[in-house]
């Protein structure tokens, strides 16, 4: 049975007046509101997610103690990566909440699990006074915002697609996915601040815990912002109409086997591009470039405001010229690009290099701003949040949370400071194929159940 629709907006209107809940009755709320809130609710998230990687080198010094830098540097990142492997069953485990009892649910336990993780970061005690034990609790403390990681950007995703108009729906998704990359901006902002203000005496002996208890007072505001959200109307009346499955990762492998590997394969670039492009270059312009840690974290911080002003002229590329030649023209420019910005990031000189990894973060954007609309367009109302989740977390586990570690030990292992450049190509070129294989999605209402 239908369920009854009172006072609501059409999918095309961005105003109208929300109704009381009750039984059969469809809540919505202006599209404009779900989008603010899925952004603050995200650059929180990856704020605290981020963070980690631009205090790499800090960490390393001060919980993988070791006489060689680049093992120290190894360590650390090794832990970088364990966070992406507990995102896959972070994302089943939030995909089952966020298909079953709704988005808003999922979403909010997300961020309260990440702000609660980064802080406790901040008040670990060091390896000089708990030894391993002290690298061991900073190995699960990152696994929780992993885990945490694994829900927040696929039920924004879901969250704001199933609320935006048809016909604006890449420009919406678009400009959550620039939460991702204002939330790292932030990272850098604060990493660069603390670089600049205090003496490297000072970060070592207690500057370095801020950057991780600024997440308490940003998260709580974040999650007060998300907690106001009604659940969407697609969630909603699948609810209504007991069209929720029992077991949603079930179901997704059902029904939706090859469109995962499709996800997953799309993914590659914006997740080993985009952390070669921004974790990992702040790293590579200090120990292969020569340049300081505030001309990295500055060139990091430019990048990343380019690729924030790239996301949703993207996004609206998409909604005007459809996803898939979007999708496969930027997958392409970024592994035919990748070889001469990394060339010039190795370089001494400052503004050139800064240019390199601009390109590269503009053309991942390019990718990451029309990949999450049509990821929700391949998927059905009961499975969204799961399929987009468990397909992106494959990407993010395998190519993403490894680059900086791949990068790094290329490096090492072939004394080839462009080594990295290969991998990044890898990840371009999986995109690439996996974009000519698309069906076009551009215009059409989500699938139901």
């Known amino acids: 049975m239908e369920p009854t629709v009172n006072n609501v907006i059409s999918p095309g209107s961005d105003t109208g007046t929300a109704v009381l809940p009750g039984p059969g009755r469809i809540v919505r709320q202006k599209p404009g509101k779900t989008l603010t809130a899925a952004i603050c609710g995200t650059v929180v998230e990856y704020y605290d997610f ?61 961020i309260l699990l990440m702000v609660l993780s980064t ?18 609790l900073l190995v699960l403390t990152r696994s929780l915002q992993g885990f945490a990681a694994g829900g927040e950007l696929s039920g924004a995703n879901a969250f ?70 009604e659940d969407t109307p697609e969630f909603q009346r699948t609810q209504h109409n007991g069209e929720t499955a029992d077991l949603p990762i079930k179901e997704l492998f059902r029904t939706s086997g090859t469109t995962i590997v499709k996800i997953a394969c799309l993914g590659a670039v914006i997740t080993g591009g985009y952390y070669l492009s921004s974790v990992y270059a702040a790293t590579y312009l200090q120990t292969v470039g020569g340049h300081s840690p505030r001309t990295a974290f500055l060139s990091t911080s430019l990048a990343l405001v380019v ?55 503009a053309l991942v954007s390019l990718v990451n701003g029309s990949a999450f609309t049509t990821f929700a367009e391949m998927l059905k109302t009961s499975v969204r949040y799961s399929g987009i989740a468990f397909g992106n977390n494959i990407s993010n586990s395998l190519l993403g949370g490894t680059a900086p570690f791949i990068a790094t030990w290329l490096i090492t292992v072939s004394g080839n400071n462009l080594s990295p450049t290969f991998y990044f190509i890898f990840c371009a070129a999986v995109s690439t194929v996996a974009a000519l294989t698309l069906r076009e999605t551009k215009g059409i209402d989500l699938p139901h159940d």
């Open 160 to 229: 704001v697609a199933e609320s935006a108009p048809a016909h604006r729906r890449a420009t919406f998704t678009s400009m959550v996915n620039t939460g991702t990359y204002l939330g790292s901006i932030v990272a850098s902002l604060v990493a660069l601040a603390v670089n600049s203000w205090f003496s490297a005496e000072t970060i070592t002996d207690w500057a370095w815990r801020l950057p991780f208890l600024l997440s308490l007072p940003i998260g709580v505001v974040g999650l007060w912002i998300r907690s106001r959200l």
């Open 307 to 361: 690729g924030c002003l790239c996301m949703p002229i993207s996004g609206m590329l998409s909604d005007r010229f459809g996803r898939k030649p979007v999708l496969a023209i930027g997958s392409a420019a970024s592994g035919v690009a990748a070889y001469p910005m990394f060339a010039l990031m190795a370089q001494e000189a400052v503004w050139p290099a800064i240019t390199a990894q601009c390109v590269l973060m």
């Open 50 to 110: 981020g963070i980690y990687g631009y205090m790499a080198t800090m960490l390393g010094a001060l919980f993988f103690v070791s006489s060689d830098p680049n093992a120290e540097l190894l360590g650390t990142f090794a832990t970088f990566a364990v966070a992406f492997f507990l995102r896959l069953p972070g994302g089943v485990f939030f995909g089952h909440m966020g298909d079953r009892y709704g988005r808003k649910r999922a979403l909010s336990w997300t």
């Open 119 to 136: 802080v406790l970061i901040g008040v670990l005690p060091t390896h000089v006074t708990l030894g391993i034990w002290a690298t061991v």
